[in-house]
């Protein structure tokens, strides 16, 4: 009996390590600056003072300004669904915004793969509905001008990563019954092996 037992404990336990290394996944948060050496752009996304929400936004359009610009790939390793970028402009304070797009973001055509926006250049998120298994790519311009002095921002989401990470195959109610066995098979010939 206590070998059968045994058995079980350790089908059980491969079965829940099974969904435990499934649904992991990492955050990403991403802390850096604009130093004024970054290519630049004009125009710019317009500032509305009204960040993205998940039921949607227009894209607001673009202001003419000569802006600094980087670009950081995210990515959503899931199902379509609402996502949140946090924003911490730092000392960048009113000269840093963010802008989401489907990969890849177009700079000479801003309103292309556009998802959302942080609305105004201060530290708030913003969010969007990040397509299913995609790439998301995350613009960060000035606001006001080419970087003079180099200034520090944060951007971080609890839902999207930083890296493409490779989903374990899911099993079939037969299949996880098959590994079940296995496993309790396996314990109960280690255990009588043992024996002799």
């Not at 969010?127 to 520090?152: E, H, R, Y």
């Amino acid at each position: 009996m206590r070998i059968a037992n045994k058995g079980v404990a350790v089908a059980l336990f491969g079965t829940a390590l099974f969904f435990a290394v499934s649904a992991s996944h990492a955050a990403f948060n991403i802390s850096t600056t604009l130093s004024g050496a970054e290519p630049t752009i004009n125009p710019r996304v317009f500032r509305d003072a009204i960040p993205s929400t998940c039921g949607g936004k227009v894209f607001p359009g673009t202001w003419a300004a000569t802006v600094n610009y980087d670009v950081h790939t995210v990515y959503n390793n899931g199902p379509s669904r609402c996502v949140t970028v946090n924003v911490d402009v730092g000392t960048c304070a009113t000269n840093v915004f963010v802008t989401a797009y489907t990969t890849p973001v177009n700079v000479a055509a801003l309103a292309t793969n556009y998802l959302g926006d942080q609305g105004s250049s201060i530290t708030q998120p913003f969010s969007f509905v990040a397509p299913g298994n995609s790439s998301i790519d995350i613009l960060v311009t000035s606001a006001t001008s080419v970087v003079s002095t180099p200034c520090s921002y944060t951007i971080s989401s609890a839902e999207l990563d930083a890296g493409v990470w490779q989903s374990i195959p899911t099993l079939s109610g037969w299949g996880l019954a098959l590994l079940s066995g296995l496993l309790g098979f396996g314990a109960l010939a280690l255990r009588r092996f043992r024996r002799f």
